[in-house]
């Protein structure tokens, strides 16, 4: 049985404000897979990733990361993983490779290691000279490119991109997509994504996960659930399970 | 490995020296508009005092009187570096007067009532040109000349009739002595005590508010920033404690405001020393003073001070913390902060109109532990000899930071940090992001 780097069960999320986001989810992940989270705006996808990234606590339910329990020791966990958030941002007033340099200080063993980091993620960020200017004059897609490549420089055990091309162009979400697939075999990092986009999820995902309203309603790799669901694209598959309105 | 905390207080030191909302905004527009208002002020003090003393000036002299000591006292102001300029009525030197001192007319028998025996006039006609502090100074120099000339000829009149002067002209006189305390201090004028008195009770405090004021606003700041700069998330799953994340803002605050706090306090020095300049200096008298008002205060009391001092500025800085965490932007943080350093600064002026020394030692030992204002107090209860309640004052702002902190601690370790807030407004903001993306 290949090793779990995700397990999730039974999770459950209410919020202060007492909104049921999760309800009883479940699903795992195995070493070196990229999976996907897909499903409709509020589905609880966010959330999922929040509390497997330490920022969430979950209300019921366990969520394991290498089999460390994200609610009991979140330091450990915190050692294993990087986390692309939504709606990243970068502190405007530094430079591309000072915020590199910032992240790397938290992981490199020695100043070598940490050139080494800060060396492959400017080539992973494709940002060329522009990396020495302040992060507030960089474009949308150059600063997703290089939050990208500050997640996959550490070489994490466990990579978790939520939506990681949204809001960006056709040119810069192939690139990122590109980048997420080289680099997740050349690292050998398991990779955990939500995505809106069906097309990024055939192309980079093994397996995926569909959510709806807090629980997972069907899981499979990507040919899986087409055939399942007598589908031609993942597009029908996900409108076949959460149903959408005939126009 | 660099430390998780060093790489933190690192990145803290480099935004809030790079980043113009906290630098302009706190530090360089505080710091250049007291230096120059203290500067201004300084500057013009000194001038003013100076241009009052410095002797000379113009004089409109109408002689109406034509006698001897008119003579005399003509002849007295040229000695004294006054330029006179003669008139022969008063409307005509009224029309003349422009930029001269004063116009000073003699009256008709201003000699005779001298050389009589009796007392003379002069009239000073004296123009108001402004309220500008100069203006107002060398209006009374005529006066100190008129003063001297007067002293001169009655001392004159006395050796004559072979009276001492002195005598005459105060035949009572006093000394001052001061008690403090068990203390007496012999021939000392009260106002050499007043001095090291105001810093014990009034600019310490003062200060400590300040730097209080300063280190909640950075804080509060700094942390908001995270949030303004969608930085937050990706913080809190880095492998940096919560703890060491809360510290290293803390630190690099405290850092930058005691740089803060030092230039004000260099600029504040630097003025007082100014002002002080002016006046008669008498160290030996008042390093007397403040040995002595020492010995009665109780050697406690500085230390004390110093304690509460710091206990009252961690309360503050967990207050800023914690409010920090409902805060979503730079803006709502330093209106927040603002909420703190108002009733701070208000408090410690509330506490210098507040007469405890007539209290009960039970009274000021109750009243011992209101934050912020017990500051102010402890002068006073080393006055009274209260140490009970000088400790209290120590030890409650302490016990109020500690449980502040604690619970700032226990809410930045939960997911609180990051759920928590005050204003709905990124909600909205999400929401029309989902549209977007639908
Ligand atoms: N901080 C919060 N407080 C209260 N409710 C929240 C909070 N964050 C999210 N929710 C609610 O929880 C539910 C799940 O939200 P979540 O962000 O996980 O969805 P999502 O699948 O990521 O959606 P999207 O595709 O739009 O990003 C939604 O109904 C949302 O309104
Ligand atoms: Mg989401």
């Not at chain 2, 980043?19 to 500067?39: A, C, E, F, N, W």
């Not at chain 2, 008119?70 to 300029?85: C, D, G, R």
């Not at chain 2, 000394?175 to 106002?191: A, E, F, H, L, Q």
């Amino acid at each position: 049985m290949p090793t779990l780097v995700v397990e999730v069960n039974d999770l459950q999320k209410v919020y202060p404000g007492g909104k049921k986001a999760l309800k009883g989810l479940s699903f795992t992940v195995r070493e070196r897979e990229i999976y996907g989270l897909i499903g409709p705006n509020g589905a609880g996808k966010t959330t999922t990733l929040r509390i497997l990234a330490t920022i969430l606590e979950p209300t019921s339910g366990t969520a394991r990361i290498y089999g460390y329990d994200v609610k009991s020791e979140p330091e450990k966990v915190r050692r294993l993983i990087a986390y692309l958030p939504e709606e990243a941002g970068a502190y405007k007033y530094l430079t591309g490779l000072e915020f590199l340099d910032f992240i790397a200080s938290f992981y490199a063993e020695d100043e070598q290691a940490k050139r080494k980091m800060i060396q492959e993620a400017w080539k992973i960020s494709g940002l060329g000279i522009r990396i020495k200017d302040k992060i507030k004059t960089y474009s949308k897609g150059m600063l997703r490119r290089l939050l990208i490549a500050k997640t996959l420089m550490i070489h994490p055990k466990l990579a978790i991109l939520d939506e990681p091309t949204s809001g960006l162009d056709v040119i810069n979400s192939t690139r990122i997509r590109r980048i997420i697939k080289k680099y997740a075999k050349e690292y050998g990092v398991t990779v955990l994504l939500s995505s809106h986009n069906m097309l990024e999820v055939e192309y980079l995902c093994d397996r995926v996960g569909i959510i709806h309203e807090g629980r997972v309603v069907a899981e499979g790799s990507p040919a899986e659930l087409k055939k399942k669901y007598e589908a031609e694209n993942l597009e029908d598959v996900f409108t076949k399970i959460v149903g959408g309105e005939e126009i | 490995m660099r430390s998780a905390f060093l790489t933190m207080f690192i990145k803290e030191i480099k935004s809030i020296i790079r980043d113009p909302k906290i630098l302009i905004t706190m530090i360089i527009v505080p710091i250049v508009l007291t230096g120059l208002m203290y500067g201004i002020m300084g500057a013009m003090t000194t001038q003013a005092v100076k241009q009052a003393m410095k002797p000379g000036g113009e004089i409109l002299l109408v002689d109406l009187d034509h006698g001897y000591w008119a003579e005399n006292f003509t002849n007295y102001l040229a000695s004294h570096k006054y330029t006179v300029i003669k008139y022969n009525d008063i409307d005509s030197a009224i029309k003349n007067y422009d930029t001269a001192l004063c116009i000073l007319v003699i009256p008709k028998g201003f000699s005779e009532n001298l050389t009589r025996g009796y007392r003379a006039y002069l009239k000073i006609y004296y123009k108001i040109r402004g309220i500008s502090f100069t203006s107002m100074m060398t209006g009374y120099k005529i006066y100190g000349v008129i003063g001297q000339y007067s002293d001169m000829i009655s001392k004159h009149i006395l050796e004559k009739a072979g009276l001492s002067p002195e005598y005459v002209s105060s035949p009572v006189n006093s000394t001052s002595n001061i008690v403090i305390g068990n203390t007496i201090i012999k021939n000392i004028d009260p106002s050499q005590v007043t001095g090291p008195l105001l810093i014990l009770g009034l600019f310490i405090p003062l200060i400590i508010g300040l730097l209080a004021g300063f280190v909640a606003q950075l804080s509060a700041t700094s942390i908001a920033v995270e949030k303004e700069e969608k930085m937050l998330e990706t913080l809190l799953t880095l492998p940096l404690s919560r703890f060491s994340l809360i510290a290293a803002k803390v630190a690099a605050a405290f850092i930058v405001s005691l740089i803060g706090g030092g230039a004000y306090f260099v600029i504040m020095a630097w003025y007082f020393s100014q002002i002080s300049s002016l006046g008669p200096a008498n160290n030996n008298a008042s390093s007397i003073a403040l040995s002595a008002l020492m010995k009665a205060v109780g050697i406690q009391t500085p230390i004390l001070l110093i304690v509460a001092g710091f206990g009252t500025l961690f309360l503050a800085l967990g207050i800023a913390i914690l409010l920090a965490m409902f805060v979503d932007d730079v803006r709502s943080a330093q209106i927040i902060s603002g909420y703190i350093i108002a009733p701070l600064m208000l408090s410690i002026f509330i506490g210098l109109f507040l007469d405890i020394t007539s209290m009960s030692p039970i009274q000021q030992t109750a009243i011992a532990v209101i934050p912020f204002v017990n500051l102010v107090f402890i002068l006073n209860l080393g006055l009274t000899g209260n140490v009970t309640a000088q400790l209290v004052v120590a030890f409650s702002s302490w016990a109020y930071a500690i449980i502040v902190l604690y619970v700032a601690s226990r809410i930045i370790g939960t997911e609180k940090i990051f759920t928590m807030k005050l204003f709905k407004r990124k909600r909205r903001t999400s929401y029309s992001f989902h549209l977007l993306t639908r």
